[in-house]
């Protein structure tokens, strides 16, 4: 039997916010590299000759792998630690993305698919840097931690506003050959700056069992379901958005045009994630997760009607980011307090897997669901009202909780033992 001991409240956490913004721009590359693809679709489409079908699945490549390794990262966190898994994402990531400069060099469509399953290694960073960023604070501020680390999502807007910019000024070889330097760079100033916490302590447990014990969770199913239309809805409107606006608002909006709005869109769910966590920390996170799904339900049956192209129609795009972002932060907050200490990572690696796949399928729906003779996607649309509605059920029905200090006799609702008696350094034993 293993028991894992729950650090004292005296544990020293200084340097924490240093680490989790070194933590931050981690992610920040590794979501620049991750996105790299989405924002020269029009180039690619041109090229190699792409009907809607070819281009979703181009966007949904990367995202599906991006999801699913999260699983994986996550477990190998809690037993490596995210110093060591920081620098192997990122180092893994660089010949993905010389693969893609690769296959759009000479203009080879299965070459970019295979590249675009590689380039998901990338997006796996989110699970190494949730656990880390959780184990700098206590576990009444994690909500604040994990929406400051969440905040290097900023990625996707410095792929979606500088990678097309950077094509046309430089080409595009050299873009994909700074992206891959940025990469080295960063993993180089993770190897030499970032430090695990003090309170983290390294699980040995196989990677199967760990996986398994965390979908044995409750809290692990239910917020999967909420992060899915969370993260979800945003990785696939930070995805697919150039492509709906360049089709939908076509004689107004270029690939440029369309990379500038989708940055802003990734801008405006990036401020909202960290202001989530906090006032998930403060009011709880079922308030802001409800008042986020009501937020996106609303903004995507604006949405839907197609408005034209203005003030009304980029309100609506930056309203739903922000709820988005609001959800994502506070179903974060949600886990820390509910999760035994040594399953977090774990946990945190299915659930964020969960908010991936939530990614995957929209563009796939977007495509298969395009009416031309109508120019319309409002049938894909109207089934993230409905899905989001659905999460608004789910969300009601589940129990609030709010993290508390260490040293408390605070037990995760979903630990699979009775709460231990209070204790200066009380054990949890699994």
Known sequence: MTTMTTPPAATDLRGGLRQVIL???ASTAGFWAWMSIAPLQAIYATQMGLDQGQISLMLATPVLVGALGRIVTGALTDRFGGRIMFTAVLLASVPAVLLVALAGTINSYPLLLVSGFALGIAGTIFAVGIPFSGAWYELSRRGF????FGMGMIGTAVSAFATPRLAEAIGY???????????VVVAIAAWVFLRDSPAWKSSAQPLLP???GALSLAITWQMSFLYAIAFGGFVAFATYLPKYLTTIYGDDVDPVGAGTRTALFVVAAVIARPIGGVLADRFGPKVISLISLAGIVGTAYIVGQQPPEGVLTGATFLLMASAMGLGMGAVFAWIGPLTPPDKVGAVSGVVAAAGGLGGYFPPLVMGATYQAESNSYALGLWLLVLVGAGALV????????RGRPRGT?????TAPVPEPSPAPEPSVHR
């Open 23 to 25: 933590a931050t721009i």
């Open 145 to 148: 931690a994990t929406g400051i």
């Open 173 to 183: 070889l050299p873009t994909h050959f700074v992206i891959a330097g940025t990469l």
């Open 210 to 212: 760990k996986v398994k």
């Open 394 to 401: 789910v969300g009601g029905m589940l129990r609030d909780a």
């Open 409 to 413: 006799n605070a037990t995760p609702l």
